[in-house]
C-alpha cells in the first residue's frame, strides 16, 4: 500500500504542562475525506495547529507527501500541497469574490513581483490563462453568480464556499476545513457539502473535515476520527462510528442540535 498523504503518528501537546492531545493518530489518504469530530475542547483545532505547522507538538510525527513535516513552516507545507480555512471567514473585505481566487493563484505561484499591490488593489489585470483557471474553479463550486460581487455582500454560506475557493485556488492536495458550516441554515450546509463533493472529485483534492453536524460527518467521510479529552477514542467507516457505545456516550448521544431534516 502507498503512504497516505497526510499522516500524524502518536501527537502528544501540552499547553502550560495540561495535556491537550496525548497519543493521536491521524491518516488521510489521497482523495479521502476524514472526518474529526468531538465535544467542545476535545483538541480538534490543536491538531488542525500540528499539521498545518502554526502548533510544534511535544512528542510525535506528521508526514505529508512522504516527508517529515513535523517541524516545519507553514509555507514549507503549503508548497507539498496543504492549505486549510478557518473557524471564522477571513477574507479581504474590499475584493470580489473572483478577485480573492485570482489573489490566491498568484500566492501560489509566487513569481509575482507585485504581491503587495494585487493584494491592496489587484495592480495587474488577470491573464486569460489565470481568468480561464478562476473561471473553471467558480464555476465548479457553483459561485458564477456571485464572482463580481464584493464578499461582504455574499451570504455567511457563500462566503464559506469563496473560502473553501480561495484554498482550492493553490491547487492543494489536501485542506483541512475547520467548521466550515458553522452558523449555516440547512439549504447552506448542503452547498458546502455538494461543493466538497465536486472538488474531491474533480480536482482529487482530500479533505480533513471538523466539524459539529455529526450527521454530515456521517455521509461525507470515508473515515471518521473521534477525539474526546485530546485522545482518539473511536476511529473507523461511519457505519462502525455510529454504532460505536463509546462514541455514543461521549459525544452522539449530548450533540448539539443539529440541523435537520435533511
Ligand atoms: N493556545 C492555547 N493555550 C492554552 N490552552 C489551549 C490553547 N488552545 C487550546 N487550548 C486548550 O486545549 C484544549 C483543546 O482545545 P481545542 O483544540 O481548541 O479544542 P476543540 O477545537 O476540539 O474545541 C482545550 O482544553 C483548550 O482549552
Ligand atoms: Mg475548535
Same mark, same amino acid.
Given at each position: 500500500m502507498s503512504d497516505p498523504l497526510l499522516h500524524a503518528h502518536e501527537i502528544a501537546v501540552s499547553f502550560g504542562g495540561v495535556g491537550a492531545l496525548a497519543g493521536v493518530d491521524l491518516t488521510v489518504p489521497a482523495r479521502s475525506i476524514v472526518g474529526l469530530v468531538g465535544p467542545n475542547g476535545a483538541g480538534k483545532t490543536t491538531l488542525f495547529g500540528v499539521l498545518s505547522g502554526l502548533l510544534s507538538p511535544r512528542s510525535g510525527r506528521v508526514e505529508l507527501a512522504g516527508a517529515d513535516v513535523t517541524r516545519a513552516s507553514p509555507q514549507r507545507r503549503a508548497r507539498l500541497g496543504l492549505a486549510r480555512t478557518f473557524q471564522r471567514l477571513e477574507l479581504f473585505?474590499? $475584493?470580489?469574490v473572483r478577485d480573492h481566487l485570482v489573489v490566491a493563484r498568484r500566492i501560489r505561484e509566487r513569481r509575482d513581483r507585485s504581491l503587495l499591490r494585487d493584494l491592496v488593489g489587484l495592480g495587474r489585470r488577470p491573464s486569460p490563462g489565470e481568468d480561464e483557471a478562476v473561471d473553471a474553479l467558480l464555476d465548479l463550486l457553483d459561485l458564477g453568480k456571485f464572482a463580481?460581487? *464584493? %464578499? *461582504? $455582500? %455574499? *451570504?455567511l454560506g457563500t462566503g464559506r464556499i469563496v473560502e473553501l475557493a480561495r484554498a482550492l485556488a493553490t491547487e492543494p492536495r489536501v485542506v483541512l476545513l475547520d467548521e466550515p458550516t458553522s452558523g449555516l441554515d440547512v439549504h447552506e450546509t448542503e452547498r458546502v457539502a455538494t461543493a466538497l463533493r465536486a472538488a474531491r472529485a474533480d480536482r482529487g483534492v482530500a479533505f480533513v473535515l471538523v466539524e459539529h453536524d455529526v450527521e454530515l460527518v456521517l455521509q461525507l467521510c470515508d473515515d471518521i476520527t473521534v477525539l474526546d479529552f485530546g485522545r482518539v477514542i473511536a476511529h473507523g467507516p461511519p457505519d462502525e462510528i455510529r454504532a460505536s457505545a463509546d462514541v455514543q456516550a461521549a459525544y452522539l448521544g449530548t450533540a448539539p442540535a443539529q440541523k435537520t431534516p435533511r
Amino acid at each position: 500500500m502507498s503512504d497516505p498523504l497526510l499522516h500524524a503518528h502518536e501527537i502528544a501537546v501540552s499547553f502550560g504542562g495540561v495535556g491537550a492531545l496525548a497519543g493521536v493518530d491521524l491518516t488521510v489518504p489521497a482523495r479521502s475525506i476524514v472526518g474529526l469530530v468531538g465535544p467542545n475542547g476535545a483538541g480538534k483545532t490543536t491538531l488542525f495547529g500540528v499539521l498545518s505547522g502554526l502548533l510544534s507538538p511535544r512528542s510525535g510525527r506528521v508526514e505529508l507527501a512522504g516527508a517529515d513535516v513535523t517541524r516545519a513552516s507553514p509555507q514549507r507545507r503549503a508548497r507539498l500541497g496543504l492549505a486549510r480555512t478557518f473557524q471564522r471567514l477571513e477574507l479581504f473585505d474590499e $475584493l470580489t469574490v473572483r478577485d480573492h481566487l485570482v489573489v490566491a493563484r498568484r500566492i501560489r505561484e509566487r513569481r509575482d513581483r507585485s504581491l503587495l499591490r494585487d493584494l491592496v488593489g489587484l495592480g495587474r489585470r488577470p491573464s486569460p490563462g489565470e481568468d480561464e483557471a478562476v473561471d473553471a474553479l467558480l464555476d465548479l463550486l457553483d459561485l458564477g453568480k456571485f464572482a463580481n460581487q *464584493p %464578499v *461582504p $455582500l %455574499v *451570504p455567511l454560506g457563500t462566503g464559506r464556499i469563496v473560502e473553501l475557493a480561495r484554498a482550492l485556488a493553490t491547487e492543494p492536495r489536501v485542506v483541512l476545513l475547520d467548521e466550515p458550516t458553522s452558523g449555516l441554515d440547512v439549504h447552506e450546509t448542503e452547498r458546502v457539502a455538494t461543493a466538497l463533493r465536486a472538488a474531491r472529485a474533480d480536482r482529487g483534492v482530500a479533505f480533513v473535515l471538523v466539524e459539529h453536524d455529526v450527521e454530515l460527518v456521517l455521509q461525507l467521510c470515508d473515515d471518521i476520527t473521534v477525539l474526546d479529552f485530546g485522545r482518539v477514542i473511536a476511529h473507523g467507516p461511519p457505519d462502525e462510528i455510529r454504532a460505536s457505545a463509546d462514541v455514543q456516550a461521549a459525544y452522539l448521544g449530548t450533540a448539539p442540535a443539529q440541523k435537520t431534516p435533511r
